[in-house]
């Protein structure tokens, strides 16, 4: 777990290993929590004892995996419900959802790409879609934010050049190449940021 600032409000950012998208609160003095199991902490560990311990949460962040849920991964779907995996997927959904409800923070976030999420768990709602190129970063990864929070201005348009570099860069089954798929654009972390202070 990484703290860092104690000024204007707790922040709490589940499956942030690259801190790209608390890093704008991180840097406006904001005390930021980190939760990755790659950081050494588990989001299915957090309990009402934890969140006692740490006070009041002002924001939640939630990025979690999408393996299970994308789209692009839509040829693996049935093997994955039958061997159990969705449902333990699922499992992670719901802890997230669980820890906004006890907190009852004044601006949360659940971030996934395009796919089944909203059919697996259809009380989560129609999510709010954006692409990275509206601010900024020039390429195309749609993606869906549902939650309690203010939608971002699209900031700075851009071409999007680059096309779907996810698959056409990123591609393959490493940890790394995941990682690296799974980083939230600073173009768009800022703007959120911006209208969800």
């Not at 869906?144 to 698959?167: A, E, H, I, R, Y």
């Not at 940890?175 to 911006?194: N, Q």
Request: hydrophobic residues 35%.
């Amino acid at each position: 777990m990484i703290q860092l600032s104690d000024g204007k409000g707790t922040v709490l950012s589940l499956f942030d290993y690259s801190g790209h998208w608390s890093r704008p609160y991180r840097e406006n003095d904001y005390h930021v929590i980190q939760i990755d199991l790659k950081l050494g902490t588990d989001v299915m560990d957090i309990d009402t004892d934890w969140l006692t311990e740490h006070g009041q949460i002002d924001i939640i962040l939630a990025a979690p995996p999408c393996t299970d849920f994308a789209v692009s991964g839509a040829r693996w779907f049935k093997t994955k419900d039958v061997d159990g995996q969705t449902k333990e997927s699922l499992k992670i959904i719901h802890k997230v959802l669980e820890i906004v409800k006890l907190v009852n923070p004044r601006v949360w976030a659940l971030e996934n790409p395009v796919g089944r999420l909203p059919r697996l768990l259809p009380e989560i709602g129609k999510p709010w879609y954006w692409q990275p190129f509206w601010f900024g970063d020039p390429y195309t990864k749609k993606t869906g934010l549902w939650g309690k929070f203010t939608m971002p201005n699209m900031t700075n348009v851009v071409d999007p050049t680059q096309g779907s570099k996810m698959w056409s860069k990123y591609g393959g089954k490493s940890e790394r190449t995941k990682e690296l798929r799974s980083i939230t654009p600073l173009g768009f972390a800022y703007a959120f940021y911006e209208v969800n202070k």
